[in-house]
């Protein structure tokens, strides 16, 4: 039993540190095109960016889905963490390790839906978000 904790545990911070990370080090939306003004969308800051046609709208919905990102995976991560503690401290009581189970289950799940809804606005989105 301690193996199999110690397994999940590990793996847990594995996909933390790959899901936390990714969110944490994207590029800014204007830093690509040059723009110094890196924390407003270009057309804010009075240049036209060409990712989206110099669309204030597109810019802004970049900007806030980036930001979005970045809290998704800083609250998986802190989610993760905070199930593999309650696993790890939870003995031999069977209700508290289920609880940490299917903490790390709704987390897992969310991540998943979250991506596939952003898999969705890159599709949806004039340019795309990774270009």
């Known amino acids: 039993m301690k193996m ?11 996909l933390t540190g790959m899901f936390g990370t990714a969110a944490l080090v994207t590029q800014p ?32 919905l970049i900007m806030v889905l980036n930001i979005l990102t ?17 696993y790890s401290s939870a003995e031999n009581k069977s209700d508290q390790v289920h609880n940490a189970k299917m903490r790390i289950w709704n987390i897992i799940l969310g991540l998943v839906c979250y991506f596939v809804m952003y898999a969705f606005l890159q599709f949806l989105i004039p340019g795309g978000l990774f270009s």
Not at 70 to 86: F, H, M, N, R, S
């Open 29 to 60: 939306v204007g830093a690509a095109s040059g723009v110094k003004c890196s924390v407003l969308p270009s057309k804010i800051c009075g240049e036209a960016n060409t990712k989206t046609g110099g669309n204030a709208i597109w810019d802004l």
């Open 70 to 86: 970045a809290g998704v995976g800083v609250a998986a991560t802190i989610g993760i963490i905070i199930a593999a503690l309650q």
């Open 4 to 14: 199999i904790k110690q397994t999940l545990i590990s793996l847990a911070l594995v």
